[in-house]
């Protein structure tokens, strides 16, 4: 996942789109940086209920105790969207998933307010389930 921005550069990025078509270009561009996740993975036990695209996200921790998440969708605009995501949490233990408030970042982005109400109650549904998974990590 080391193609992904650091939160920094993904604001900085975000705000150097002129528009929302760049920056919604930009998310579909950050999917595409996502590793492929394997056949295996797309189970029911990896699959987020409350998005309306099928979305799924496995997480493990490496040998230092941080999370890998990893991440698919059958929509491209969703998978960005876990790009996003992605890029808040990487480098990240279960305990600061747990304590980061993403809702500054987000406001920073100026993303929610961008998307129809059914995309950002699926990007609530996988925060939701990554402090889930992270807490019974911890």
Not at 24 to 38: F, M, N, Q, R, T
Not at 43 to 55: A, H, L, P, T
Not at 70 to 81: H, M, R
Not at 107 to 136: D, F, V
Request: glycine share 6%; with cysteine.
């Amino acid at each position: 996942m080391a193609t992904l921005p650091d939160k920094e550069k993904l604001v900085r990025n975000f705000n150097r789109c002129a528009n929302w078509e760049e920056k919604y270009l930009y998310i579909i561009e950050l999917g595409g940086k996502l590793p492929d996740l394997s056949e295996s993975a797309h189970q029911d036990e990896n699959k987020i209920s409350g998005c309306q695209s099928q979305v799924w996200i496995v997480m493990s921790l490496d040998e230092e105790g941080r999370v890998q998440l990893q991440g698919d969708s059958d929509a491209a605009i969703v998978k960005g969207l876990i790009a996003v995501v992605f890029s808040l949490y990487q480098g990240m233990t279960p305990a600061d998933i747990v304590a980061l408030d993403v809702r500054p970042w987000f406001a920073e982005l100026a993303l929610t307010q961008h998307l129809t109400p059914s995309r950002s109650q699926g990007l609530e549904a996988m925060i939701r389930a990554i402090r889930l998974k992270a807490e019974s990590m911890r």
